[in-house]
């Protein structure tokens, strides 16, 4: 902690990992530009221009509360822990380890996640998650199965060395603005950038070919693009043939594929779709970036085999400019799934329904009989409460009040608790539903590593010591741990990442010396002291085709009786569930309230005007928005963004089957007029 | 007690006098569609910073008695040829023109000059 | 050779990164605004005009050039008058509190210090550059010359 002086730190937002210096000076904050970082040449977008207002806002807890009634009382620190503890043991004797649920937070440090989750598996409950389930879960499990990590393969910056770059479902000038740089440098050589996505965004003005396709038919794309490059001779062969394996079962598979049915399911002309194959194939470097719009689907695990599928089969991985980019949202989603924060992953992706795996665990954590995994995913924990299965959760730095679909059925899910502990900066929507609510630190206020998504792991160092009593993740987990007779002691941070070093592979080399030395942080996978670290993935290796499994259930209920199909997305000046955003004045009055967008067709066929409300019902829930009148929204389509309660509460989807994640994307709803 | 002599060809309607006045004897009244600037008849104080501030030279002080009333000027406001909103006296738009006809700047581009500042920056206006 | 706020408007993307940054280093009021149309969008601020009408209506001088060639409000000489508020064709000066005008003037105290106006550093896509013509067109013409191949 110094004063008066700089400390350098992550950017507590989006994944893109920007890194700037907080400066103190007596009571006020401001920040220094790092014009030589890589991500993005010291630049910041709105909201890590307005994180430094986070730290001293009026509304952070500031003492741990209990709730008694309808009424928060201040507790002293030992006495909310131990009654914390005491209330978790007992659910644990009378219902055993595994009703308990963890969710992790996404936004605290490698360090923090790593002994949240090792606090979950040595209480004895398998059910420890995050949201990645809720976006990129999908990438996960297909890049792992085909190429051999769920990762994004290139650097950020790297874009610029791309001649095609094809964006699917991303709307990256809104949500990761840092990334449109690099974008445009490549414009600059003469790129060609496409853009597939049923909106006409900020992004796809970058585009120079703009396929507005129907919302979910991104497959019928892919394969249609697949199968002009296949017919074409435009494949690398070489690479096909000395790099992976299983192209026979696709060639195929795309022989007997209709392009003509497929050409049309997508909306688009045979034309455009021909432009965007060759362009993609025959470039000497191409890029894949995509994001929500292809995984939030019940196909979404399928649509990221098939973006792997176009990259393997014209060889655009594992060179400068050739790399598929899943764009990760929060600071660090990639540490928390590298960590193993997740129902089906242990701490570097070991499967944790994996006898062997659950066993090199236990000797290094020093304790057997971990529980077998997979266990519940963030959606289903809170279906399991209602059900009863799960009688106590533990919430660090989450939202699932706001974040999660079917948000009113979350909201039943947590009054049915037992007992429900949140951690959290705020008194956010669901902080309220706490029976203890502790006040954590905030990014500024303690120091740990994170890993954007990139793989770059970063060291960001405390600026300053929070005010009240609000206490470091890390070391509340810890205090948790020793009062639930878990482990006798606290970790430092130093520690804890040491005990990272050794349990997770691709982080075997990122040591704090290493880390805090480094200008730039280290990219993983780096194995030892010695390894450099990797920032292009995939330079060697075989891949592997998936043969394509995949239908598109349309119900066809769209523009009958006002059914519109409903797109929940992101706006720039706000971030995720909105705790922080709609709290600071320098981004909400930008957007202050959910407007829905609306075709203006379709709002005159409805004798609406901009302002005027109407009611939006989902099938467990509804809402009451304003609408906006968008001439970038298809006909009937919704475009509601997701930062402000009440969103999800409209959203019901079905899940996808290999990574539990719900189809946002798939929601549809019908329209009142009020 | 001097006189206060105010010039209503002069004046253009700013503000520099009544932000001038260490006093507050300058009153500026905001209507819907006008703007009034009221003058004393006389000012007890010894300092000229009215007559000094003014961009027109519109305000004089004299030795001689006061009037017994003050002097409420009216200004109509400009409407922004975009938005609709008054925007500022349609004598101080004038009296730009004047200044900028002197150095070659107003010509036919003068047109922005209908526009509020915040209509200016949209290129489609 | 001097550098100075070049605008690459087809790569702003109204992120408003630079007006919560202007606003952030100058008390709570930006200078700078992004302007939206249905196709694109772009900052507007002081241009900094080689023949500035402010400068020539200003009737106490207060408007000048510094040796950056920036037009820069001098705030001892200004009376408050509001006349280069209507007289800029950009709407770029605003009157705060009906009395002060706020412009950018090149975040002089940053530039005397050796560093960089704050919409530039911060700008995400790069839209807002802080660079001197040559240069700026030395790096166009090494872009032109390494092309996709």
Excluded at chain 1, 274 to 280: E, K, W
Excluded at chain 1, 612 to 629: A, N, T, Y
Excluded at chain 3, 70 to 86: R, Y
Aim: hydrophobic residues 40%; charged residues 25%.
């Amino acid at each position: 902690m110094k004063t008066g002086s700089k400390s350098k730190v992550i950017c507590p937002f989006c994944g893109a990992g920007c890194a700037f210096f907080i400066v103190t000076k007596g009571n006020s904050l401001n920040i220094e530009y790092i014009s030589d970082h890589p991500v993005a040449l010291g630049a910041l977008c709105p909201k890590g221009n307005s994180s430094i207002s986070i730290v001293k806002h009026p509304d952070r807890l500031k003492h741990p509360l209990v709730k008694k009634g309808n009424e928060w009382i201040e507790l002293p620190w030992n006495d909310a822990l131990n009654l914390a503890a005491e209330k978790l043991l007992d659910i644990k004797k009378r219902y055993g380890a595994d009703s308990v649920g963890f969710l992790a937070s996404a936004r605290a440090t490698n360090e923090e996640i790593y002994l949240f989750q090792k606090l979950a598996r040595l209480f004895g409950s398998p059910h420890i998650d995050h949201c990645a389930r809720l976006c990129h879960a999908p990438s996960l499990v297909a890049l792992k199965d085909m190429l051999g990590s769920g990762a994004m393969t290139n650097p950020i910056s790297d874009l610029a060395n791309s001649d095609c770059i094809f964006v699917l479902g991303s709307n990256f000038a809104e949500t990761h603005p840092v990334v449109s740089r690099w974008v445009w440098d490549a414009k600059d050589r003469g790129a060609v950038v496409i853009v597939a996505d049923p909106r006409r965004t900020i992004t796809t003005r970058i585009a120079d070919l703009h396929l507005q396709l129907r919302s979910g038919s991104d497959p019928y794309l892919l394969y249609a693009m697949m199968k002009v490059i296949v017919d074409r001779g435009l494949c690398d062969y070489q690479f096909v043939r000395e790099r992976t394996e299983g192209f026979d079962d696709l060639y195929r598979w795309l022989h007997s594929f209709d392009l003509k049915e497929a050409v049309e399911f997508t909306g688009l002309s045979e034309r455009e779709i021909v432009a965007a194959a060759c362009h993609y194939a025959e470039a000497y470097s191409a890029a894949l970036i995509y994001c929500m719009g292809i995984t939030q689907h019940r196909n979404g695990t399928e649509n990221v085999r098939a973006c792997a599928n176009l990259a393997l089969l014209c060889g655009k991985v594992g060179a400068p400019g050739s790399g598929i980019f899943p764009l990760r949202g929060q600071n660090n989603v990639q540490g928390a799934c590298d960590m193993g924060a997740l129902a089906d992953y242990l701490p570097g992706y070991a499967d944790a329904s994996n006898h062997m795996e659950l066993k090199k665990l236990s000797r290094v954590w020093e304790k057997s009989d971990l529980p077998l995994g997979p266990g519940y995913t963030v959606t289903e924990m809170t279906n399991a409460s209602l059900n009863g299965k799960i009688k106590a959760m533990v919430i660090l730095g989450e939202n699932p009040v706001v974040s999660d679909p079917e948000a009113s059925g979350v909201k039943k899910a947590l009054e049915k608790l037992e007992f429900l502990l949140v951690i959290d900066l705020f008194m956010t929507e669901t902080a309220r539903y706490a029976d203890i609510l502790l006040p954590a630190a905030c990014w500024a206020e303690k120091e740990g590593s994170y890993t954007n998504t990139e793989r770059r792991v970063q060291w960001s160092e405390k600026a300053l010591d929070p005010d009240g009593d609000a206490k470091p993740d890390l070391w509340i987990i810890g205090e948790l741990g020793k009062r639930l007779k878990i482990w006798g002691y606290t970790p430092r941070p130093d520690e804890v990442l040491r005990e990272i070093n050794r349990v997770v592979p691709q982080y075997g080399g990122i040591t704090p010396e290493r880390l805090r030395l480094s200008k730039n942080g280290l990219i993983w996978p780096c194995q030892n002291e010695s390894h450099p670290g990797t920032p292009i993935l995939h330079q060697s290796g075989r891949f592997k085709f998936h043969t394509p499994q995949f239908a598109i259930e349309d119900k066809g209920k769209i523009g009958k009786n006002n059914i519109f199909k409903l797109i929940t997305g992101r706006l720039v000046v706000h971030y995720n569930s909105g705790s922080m955003s709609r709290r600071l004045s320098e981004l909400f009055p930008y957007e202050p309230i959910a407007s829905v967008s609306i075709n203006p067709e379709d709002a005159a066929a409805l004798g609406l005007k901009n302002g005027d409300e109407v009611k939006l019902i989902g099938e467990s829930g509804e809402g009451i928005f304003q609408i906006r009148l968008d001439v970038s929204v298809p006909p009937k389509t919704l475009f509601l963004p997701f930062h402000f309660p009440g969103v999800n509460d409209v959203v019901t989807v079905g899940l996808d089957t290999s990574s539990r994640t719900p189809g946002f994307k798939d929601a549809e709803c019908r329209l009142e007029v009020v | 007690m001097r006189k206060l002599i105010v010039s209503s060809e002069k004046c253009v309607g700013c503000r520099a006098c009544s932000l001038a006045c260490p006093e507050d004897y300058i009153k500026i009244e905001e209507a819907e569609s006008e703007i009034s600037v009221e003058f004393p008849p006389g000012c007890d104080m010894q300092c000229t910073k009215c007559v000094d501030i003014c961009p027109t030279h519109a305000l004089t002080l004299t030795n001689d008695t006061p009037e017994k009333k003050s002097v409420k000027l009216w200004f109509e406001m400009a409407e922004c040829e975009a938005c609709g909103r008054f925007f500022a006296p349609k004598m101080m738009l004038k009296y730009i023109i004047r200044r900028l006809e002197d150095t070659g700047l107003a010509d036919e581009k003068i047109a922005w000059l209908m526009l509020c500042p915040t209509c200016r920056h949209s290129i489609s206006h | 050779m001097k550098r100075l706020l070049l605008i690459r408007a087809e790569r702003c993307i109204r992120c408003r990164a630079c007006e919560v940054a202007c606003a952030r280093e100058h008390g709570g009021q930006s200078r700078i605004t992004v302007v939206e149309t249905e196709c694109i969008a772009w900052p507007v601020s002081c241009r900094h005009c080689k023949v500035a009408p402010c400068i020539h209506v200003c009737y106490r001088e207060a408007i000048r050039y510094d040796e950056r060639d920036m037009v820069i409000i001098d705030e001892n000489l200004c009376t408050g008058c509001g006349l280069c508020e209507l007289a800029c064709p950009f709407g770029a000066i605003t009157m705060v509190e009906k009395q002060k005008p706020s412009k950018c003037d090149g975040c002089q105290h940053l530039v005397l210090d050796g560093k960089t106006p704050i919409c530039a550093l911060t700008c995400p896509s790069g839209a807002i550059v802080y660079e001197s013509i040559e240069a700026y067109e030395k790096q166009t013409r090494i872009s032109f010359f390494s092309p996709v191949r």
